[in-house]
Protein backbone atom coordinates (compact mmCIF):
# COMPACT_ATOMS: atom_id res chain seq x y z
CA UNK A 1 0.00 0.00 0.00
CA UNK A 2 1.36 3.75 -1.07
CA UNK A 3 1.78 5.52 2.76
CA UNK A 4 3.32 8.85 1.64
CA UNK A 5 6.02 8.09 -0.78
CA UNK A 6 7.42 10.76 -2.75
CA UNK A 7 5.36 11.27 -5.65
CA UNK A 8 7.26 12.03 -8.38
CA UNK A 9 10.60 9.26 -7.69
CA UNK A 10 12.89 12.09 -7.07
CA UNK A 11 15.09 12.52 -4.26
CA UNK A 12 14.15 15.57 -1.74
CA UNK A 13 17.69 16.83 -0.02
CA UNK A 14 17.34 18.14 3.52
CA UNK A 15 20.12 20.35 1.85
CA UNK A 16 19.23 22.99 -1.11
CA UNK A 17 21.35 22.15 -3.96
CA UNK A 18 24.06 24.24 -4.97
CA UNK A 19 22.88 27.67 -6.97
CA UNK A 20 19.17 27.18 -5.66
CA UNK A 21 17.96 30.04 -3.60
CA UNK A 22 17.98 29.45 -0.07
CA UNK A 23 14.86 28.43 1.41
CA UNK A 24 12.60 29.80 4.22
CA UNK A 25 10.79 28.74 6.98
CA UNK A 26 7.97 29.98 7.79
CA UNK A 27 5.23 29.81 11.13
CA UNK A 28 1.96 29.87 9.73
CA UNK A 29 -1.07 30.75 12.72
CA UNK A 30 -4.61 30.26 10.68
CA UNK A 31 -6.83 32.53 12.24
CA UNK A 32 -9.50 31.02 14.04
CA UNK A 33 -8.44 27.25 14.24
CA UNK A 34 -7.02 27.05 17.73
CA UNK A 35 -4.20 25.59 18.93
CA UNK A 36 -2.95 28.93 19.88
CA UNK A 37 -2.29 29.10 23.60
CA UNK A 38 1.21 29.87 25.15
CA UNK A 39 2.87 26.60 25.39
CA UNK A 40 1.24 25.62 21.84
CA UNK A 41 2.94 28.71 19.95
CA UNK A 42 6.19 28.23 22.14
CA UNK A 43 6.64 24.76 20.86
CA UNK A 44 5.40 25.54 17.22
CA UNK A 45 7.95 27.77 17.60
CA UNK A 46 10.67 25.35 18.50
CA UNK A 47 9.52 22.79 16.10
CA UNK A 48 10.11 25.50 13.36
CA UNK A 49 13.41 26.33 14.20
CA UNK A 50 14.47 23.10 14.20
CA UNK A 51 12.47 21.76 10.63
CA UNK A 52 14.08 24.98 9.25
CA UNK A 53 17.95 23.60 10.46
CA UNK A 54 17.11 19.92 9.13
CA UNK A 55 16.01 21.29 5.40
CA UNK A 56 19.07 23.83 5.59
CA UNK A 57 16.29 26.83 5.29
CA UNK A 58 16.16 30.18 7.00
CA UNK A 59 13.28 30.51 9.94
CA UNK A 60 11.42 33.41 8.88
CA UNK A 61 9.33 34.05 11.42
CA UNK A 62 5.03 34.46 10.88
CA UNK A 63 4.08 33.95 7.27
CA UNK A 64 2.00 35.95 5.76
CA UNK A 65 0.65 34.38 2.36
CA UNK A 66 -0.23 37.20 0.49
CA UNK A 67 3.40 37.95 0.61
CA UNK A 68 5.32 37.01 -2.84
CA UNK A 69 8.20 35.06 -2.06
CA UNK A 70 11.09 33.88 -4.90
CA UNK A 71 12.75 31.53 -2.30
CA UNK A 72 11.57 27.93 -1.86
CA UNK A 73 9.00 27.79 1.04
CA UNK A 74 8.31 25.30 3.78
CA UNK A 75 5.24 26.00 6.07
CA UNK A 76 4.37 24.79 9.46
CA UNK A 77 0.64 25.86 10.32
CA UNK A 78 -0.81 25.51 13.93
CA UNK A 79 -4.01 23.41 12.15
CA UNK A 80 -4.42 20.94 9.36
CA UNK A 81 -5.47 22.94 6.28
CA UNK A 82 -7.82 23.26 4.04
CA UNK A 83 -7.42 23.07 0.41
CA UNK A 84 -7.84 26.61 0.04
CA UNK A 85 -5.53 27.30 2.39
CA UNK A 86 -2.79 25.63 1.06
CA UNK A 87 -3.87 27.27 -2.24
CA UNK A 88 -3.57 30.72 -0.91
CA UNK A 89 -0.42 29.66 0.44
CA UNK A 90 1.30 27.61 -2.68
CA UNK A 91 1.63 24.69 -0.84
CA UNK A 92 1.26 21.84 -3.83
CA UNK A 93 2.58 18.67 -1.24
CA UNK A 94 3.90 17.01 1.54
CA UNK A 95 7.42 18.52 0.88
CA UNK A 96 6.24 22.41 1.07
CA UNK A 97 5.05 21.81 4.81
CA UNK A 98 4.96 19.88 8.24
CA UNK A 99 1.27 18.76 8.31
CA UNK A 100 -1.47 17.57 6.30
CA UNK A 101 -4.08 18.94 3.68
CA UNK A 102 -7.85 17.97 3.39
CA UNK A 103 -10.50 18.84 0.66
CA UNK A 104 -12.86 19.75 3.11
CA UNK A 105 -12.64 20.24 6.85
CA UNK A 106 -14.19 18.42 8.31
CA UNK A 107 -12.00 15.63 6.99
CA UNK A 108 -9.49 16.33 9.26
CA UNK A 109 -11.50 16.00 12.47
CA UNK A 110 -12.84 12.82 14.15
CA UNK A 111 -15.96 12.59 12.04
CA UNK A 112 -14.97 10.72 9.37
CA UNK A 113 -14.03 7.62 11.68
CA UNK A 114 -17.24 6.36 11.59
CA UNK A 115 -20.50 6.38 8.79
CA UNK A 116 -23.41 8.08 9.29
CA UNK A 117 -27.14 6.12 10.50
CA UNK A 118 -28.25 5.64 7.00
CA UNK A 119 -27.76 7.21 3.63
CA UNK A 120 -29.96 10.48 4.07
CA UNK A 121 -28.81 11.25 7.57
CA UNK A 122 -27.56 14.59 7.56
CA UNK A 123 -24.17 15.30 6.12
CA UNK A 124 -21.37 17.37 5.23
CA UNK A 125 -20.83 18.61 1.50
CA UNK A 126 -18.11 16.08 0.55
CA UNK A 127 -18.85 13.13 2.64
CA UNK A 128 -17.65 9.64 1.65
CA UNK A 129 -19.73 7.15 2.40
CA UNK A 130 -17.00 4.92 0.67
CA UNK A 131 -14.56 5.64 3.36
CA UNK A 132 -16.17 3.50 6.15
CA UNK A 133 -16.39 0.61 3.66
CA UNK A 134 -12.74 0.63 3.15
CA UNK A 135 -12.34 1.41 7.03
CA UNK A 136 -14.90 -1.10 9.07
CA UNK A 137 -12.21 -3.50 9.69
CA UNK A 138 -10.14 -0.41 10.89
CA UNK A 139 -12.63 1.48 13.49
CA UNK A 140 -14.43 0.54 16.31
CA UNK A 141 -18.61 0.04 16.45
CA UNK A 142 -20.28 3.57 16.07
CA UNK A 143 -21.64 6.33 14.72
CA UNK A 144 -21.04 9.85 13.80
CA UNK A 145 -24.31 12.44 13.50
CA UNK A 146 -24.71 15.94 12.17
CA UNK A 147 -28.09 16.41 13.77
CA UNK A 148 -29.08 15.90 17.27
CA UNK A 149 -32.04 13.63 16.32
CA UNK A 150 -30.02 11.21 13.94
CA UNK A 151 -27.16 11.77 17.39
CA UNK A 152 -30.10 10.01 19.72
CA UNK A 153 -30.65 7.50 17.10
CA UNK A 154 -27.59 6.38 16.69
CA UNK A 155 -26.28 6.62 20.25
CA UNK A 156 -29.39 4.33 21.28
CA UNK A 157 -28.10 1.60 18.72
CA UNK A 158 -24.45 1.87 20.68
CA UNK A 159 -26.17 1.11 23.53
CA UNK A 160 -27.86 -1.60 22.47
CA UNK A 161 -24.48 -3.45 22.65
CA UNK A 162 -23.37 -1.61 26.30
CA UNK A 163 -22.02 2.19 27.27
CA UNK A 164 -21.86 4.75 24.75
CA UNK A 165 -18.50 7.24 24.45
CA UNK A 166 -20.01 10.63 23.37
CA UNK A 167 -17.28 12.70 21.48
CA UNK A 168 -17.32 16.46 20.59
CA UNK A 169 -15.36 16.08 16.85
CA UNK A 170 -12.99 18.65 17.50
CA UNK A 171 -11.79 17.92 20.90
CA UNK A 172 -8.32 17.32 21.79
CA UNK A 173 -6.01 15.59 24.88
CA UNK A 174 -8.46 13.58 25.41
CA UNK A 175 -11.19 16.26 26.37
CA UNK A 176 -14.55 16.82 25.31
CA UNK A 177 -15.15 13.37 25.74
CA UNK A 178 -18.20 11.74 27.97
CA UNK A 179 -19.72 8.10 28.40
CA UNK A 180 -23.40 7.23 28.35
CA UNK A 181 -24.75 4.16 30.19
CA UNK A 182 -28.53 4.58 29.30
CA UNK A 183 -30.58 6.40 26.79
CA UNK A 184 -31.41 9.76 29.61
CA UNK A 185 -27.65 10.31 30.30
CA UNK A 186 -27.04 9.96 26.45
CA UNK A 187 -29.60 13.16 25.66
CA UNK A 188 -28.40 14.77 28.69
CA UNK A 189 -24.70 14.52 26.95
CA UNK A 190 -25.92 15.69 23.68
CA UNK A 191 -28.41 18.58 24.43
CA UNK A 192 -25.50 19.77 26.55
CA UNK A 193 -23.22 19.66 23.23
CA UNK A 194 -26.24 21.40 21.49
CA UNK A 195 -27.71 20.48 18.07
CA UNK A 196 -25.84 23.97 16.11
CA UNK A 197 -22.61 22.20 17.53
CA UNK A 198 -23.65 18.90 16.14
CA UNK A 199 -25.18 20.82 12.97
CA UNK A 200 -21.52 22.25 12.51
CA UNK A 201 -19.02 20.02 13.49
CA UNK A 202 -20.75 16.52 14.41
CA UNK A 203 -20.72 14.10 17.31
CA UNK A 204 -19.04 10.85 17.60
CA UNK A 205 -21.10 7.93 18.98
CA UNK A 206 -18.70 5.08 19.78
CA UNK A 207 -18.41 1.99 21.69
CA UNK A 208 -16.81 2.11 25.02
CA UNK A 209 -13.65 0.53 26.30
CA UNK A 210 -12.59 -0.25 29.73
CA UNK A 211 -8.93 0.79 30.78
CA UNK A 212 -7.66 0.81 27.10
CA UNK A 213 -4.29 1.34 25.61
CA UNK A 214 -3.57 3.57 23.31
CA UNK A 215 -1.28 3.33 20.36
CA UNK A 216 0.23 5.72 18.37
CA UNK A 217 1.25 4.73 14.78
CA UNK A 218 2.94 7.66 12.63
CA UNK A 219 5.23 8.75 9.89
CA UNK A 220 6.99 11.83 9.36
CA UNK A 221 8.38 13.30 6.28
CA UNK A 222 11.07 15.79 5.97
CA UNK A 223 12.99 16.17 2.95
CA UNK A 224 14.81 12.94 2.33
CA UNK A 225 13.95 11.63 5.69
CA UNK A 226 11.36 9.40 6.00
CA UNK A 227 10.57 7.86 9.42
CA UNK A 228 7.63 5.67 10.88
CA UNK A 229 7.02 4.67 14.28
CA UNK A 230 4.81 3.10 16.93
CA UNK A 231 4.18 3.45 20.38
CA UNK A 232 2.46 4.15 23.67
CA UNK A 233 0.65 7.52 25.11
CA UNK A 234 0.22 7.63 28.92
CA UNK A 235 -2.62 10.12 30.57
CA UNK A 236 -1.57 12.49 33.11
CA UNK A 237 -3.24 14.92 35.40
CA UNK A 238 -3.84 18.80 34.56
CA UNK A 239 -4.06 21.30 37.23
CA UNK A 240 -7.73 21.19 37.39
CA UNK A 241 -7.61 17.20 38.44
CA UNK A 242 -8.59 15.69 34.61
CA UNK A 243 -6.74 13.17 33.30
CA UNK A 244 -5.48 14.21 29.91
CA UNK A 245 -2.75 13.36 27.45
CA UNK A 246 0.62 13.02 29.35
CA UNK A 247 3.45 11.76 26.54
CA UNK A 248 4.00 9.06 24.37
CA UNK A 249 6.78 6.76 23.96
CA UNK A 250 8.09 5.97 20.52
CA UNK A 251 10.15 2.82 18.64
CA UNK A 252 11.11 5.12 15.12
CA UNK A 253 11.97 3.64 12.14
CA UNK A 254 13.78 4.75 8.23
CA UNK A 255 11.48 4.14 6.02
CA UNK A 256 7.58 3.67 5.62
CA UNK A 257 5.07 2.39 7.18
CA UNK A 258 5.70 -1.06 5.21
CA UNK A 259 9.43 -1.05 6.99
CA UNK A 260 7.69 -0.99 10.51
CA UNK A 261 5.14 -3.82 9.71
CA UNK A 262 7.82 -5.60 9.17
CA UNK A 263 9.38 -5.39 12.39
CA UNK A 264 10.85 -8.27 14.22
CA UNK A 265 9.48 -9.99 17.24
CA UNK A 266 6.48 -6.95 17.23
CA UNK A 267 3.74 -8.39 19.66
CA UNK A 268 0.72 -9.28 17.55
CA UNK A 269 -1.26 -6.67 19.49
CA UNK A 270 1.20 -3.79 18.04
CA UNK A 271 1.07 -5.19 14.46
CA UNK A 272 -2.60 -5.12 14.22
CA UNK A 273 -2.55 -1.52 15.27
CA UNK A 274 -0.26 -0.99 12.67
CA UNK A 275 -2.47 -2.69 10.38
CA UNK A 276 -5.17 -0.84 10.87
CA UNK A 277 -3.76 2.47 10.68
CA UNK A 278 -2.43 1.71 7.16
CA UNK A 279 -5.90 0.46 6.40
CA UNK A 280 -7.06 3.79 7.69
CA UNK A 281 -4.71 6.12 5.86
CA UNK A 282 -5.66 4.18 2.69
CA UNK A 283 -8.98 4.40 2.89
CA UNK A 284 -8.60 8.53 3.31
CA UNK A 285 -6.38 8.60 0.07
CA UNK A 286 -8.72 6.74 -1.75
CA UNK A 287 -11.51 8.32 -0.67
CA UNK A 288 -11.07 11.89 -0.40
CA UNK A 289 -8.89 13.53 -2.91
CA UNK A 290 -6.78 15.99 -2.54
CA UNK A 291 -5.44 14.99 0.48
CA UNK A 292 -1.56 14.85 1.77
CA UNK A 293 0.24 14.77 4.45
CA UNK A 294 4.39 14.91 5.78
CA UNK A 295 3.37 14.58 9.20
CA UNK A 296 0.65 11.49 10.18
CA UNK A 297 -0.45 9.92 13.56
CA UNK A 298 -3.26 7.51 13.89
CA UNK A 299 -4.59 6.51 17.78
CA UNK A 300 -5.42 3.28 18.20
CA UNK A 301 -7.37 2.04 21.19
CA UNK A 302 -7.18 -1.80 22.39
CA UNK A 303 -8.94 -3.14 25.39
CA UNK A 304 -12.03 -4.87 26.49
CA UNK A 305 -15.81 -3.76 25.74
CA UNK A 306 -18.25 -4.54 28.60
CA UNK A 307 -18.67 -8.00 27.14
CA UNK A 308 -14.79 -8.99 27.69
CA UNK A 309 -14.04 -8.98 24.16
CA UNK A 310 -10.89 -7.60 23.29
CA UNK A 311 -10.90 -4.89 20.30
CA UNK A 312 -9.04 -2.88 18.21
CA UNK A 313 -9.62 0.61 15.97
CA UNK A 314 -8.50 3.62 15.01
CA UNK A 315 -9.96 6.49 17.28
CA UNK A 316 -9.14 9.35 15.28
CA UNK A 317 -6.18 10.78 12.99
CA UNK A 318 -4.07 14.09 13.02
CA UNK A 319 -2.05 15.52 10.68
CA UNK A 320 -0.66 18.66 12.44
CA UNK A 321 1.51 19.21 14.80
CA UNK A 322 0.98 16.69 18.06
CA UNK A 323 1.63 16.02 21.44
CA UNK A 324 4.15 13.50 19.85
CA UNK A 325 5.99 15.95 17.61
CA UNK A 326 8.60 16.85 20.05
CA UNK A 327 10.26 13.35 20.09
CA UNK A 328 9.09 13.03 16.06
CA UNK A 329 11.77 16.34 15.64
CA UNK A 330 14.26 15.15 18.21
CA UNK A 331 14.59 11.49 16.18
CA UNK A 332 14.50 13.49 12.61
CA UNK A 333 17.48 15.37 13.86
CA UNK A 334 19.32 11.78 15.27
CA UNK A 335 18.43 10.25 11.86
CA UNK A 336 19.96 12.96 9.86
CA UNK A 337 23.35 13.50 12.07
CA UNK A 338 23.35 9.43 11.88
CA UNK A 339 22.97 8.10 8.13
CA UNK A 340 23.45 4.34 9.50
CA UNK A 341 21.09 4.76 12.05
CA UNK A 342 18.01 2.31 11.59
CA UNK A 343 15.80 2.43 14.61
CA UNK A 344 16.06 4.31 18.01
CA UNK A 345 13.20 5.18 20.55
CA UNK A 346 11.94 8.69 21.82
CA UNK A 347 9.67 10.22 23.92
CA UNK A 348 7.59 13.24 24.76
CA UNK A 349 5.84 14.16 27.65
CA UNK A 350 3.57 16.72 29.21
CA UNK A 351 3.19 17.55 32.61
CA UNK A 352 1.56 19.79 34.77
CA UNK A 353 2.41 21.97 38.51
CA UNK A 354 5.09 20.69 40.29
CA UNK A 355 5.82 17.36 38.38
CA UNK A 356 9.10 17.07 36.74
CA UNK A 357 9.87 15.82 33.38
CA UNK A 358 12.08 12.59 33.83
CA UNK A 359 16.21 13.35 34.12
CA UNK A 360 18.12 13.81 30.49
CA UNK A 361 14.99 15.12 28.87
CA UNK A 362 14.98 18.37 26.68
CA UNK A 363 12.80 20.81 28.31
CA UNK A 364 11.56 23.24 25.48
CA UNK A 365 8.74 24.88 27.34
CA UNK A 366 8.03 25.55 31.41
CA UNK A 367 5.94 28.28 32.08
CA UNK A 368 2.22 29.35 33.58
CA UNK A 369 0.49 29.31 30.59
CA UNK A 370 -3.03 31.09 31.55
CA UNK A 371 -5.36 28.42 29.06
CA UNK A 372 -3.81 25.58 31.48
CA UNK A 373 -1.39 26.88 34.57
CA UNK A 374 1.65 25.52 34.91
CA UNK A 375 2.74 23.32 32.38
CA UNK A 376 6.50 21.97 31.53
CA UNK A 377 6.80 20.03 27.74
CA UNK A 378 9.87 17.85 26.98
CA UNK A 379 11.48 15.62 24.28
CA UNK A 380 13.81 12.56 25.52
CA UNK A 381 15.44 9.86 23.51
CA UNK A 382 15.81 6.93 25.35
CA UNK A 383 19.00 4.97 25.73
CA UNK A 384 18.16 1.72 23.78
CA UNK A 385 15.70 0.28 20.63
CA UNK A 386 14.63 -2.66 22.25
CA UNK A 387 12.04 -4.96 20.80
CA UNK A 388 8.66 -3.80 20.58
Request: charged residues 20%; hydrophobic residues 40%.
Amino acid sequence: MPVLEFEDGLAHPLIPAPGTAPGETWLWHVAGRGYDSAHERAARTDFAQRLAALKGFRFAGDFDPQRPSTAPQYVVPNDTLSASDAHTAGIRGPHDLFGGVVPHPFVATKAITHPLLEPGAAQPEGWSADFHAHAADAVLHGYTAFSLADARRAGRLVLARGPVRVKAVRGTAGRGQSVATDPDSLDRQLEALGDPAIAADGVVLEENLRHPDTVSVGQVIVGSLVLSYYGHQRLTYDNQGEAVYGGSQLTLVRGGLDVLMAEPFMPDALRLAVAQARSYHAAVERSYPGFFASRINYDVAQGMDVHGQWRSGVLEQSWRLGGATSAEVAALERFHADPTLQRLRAASGECYGSEEPPEGADVYYRDVDPSVGLITRYALILPDADPA
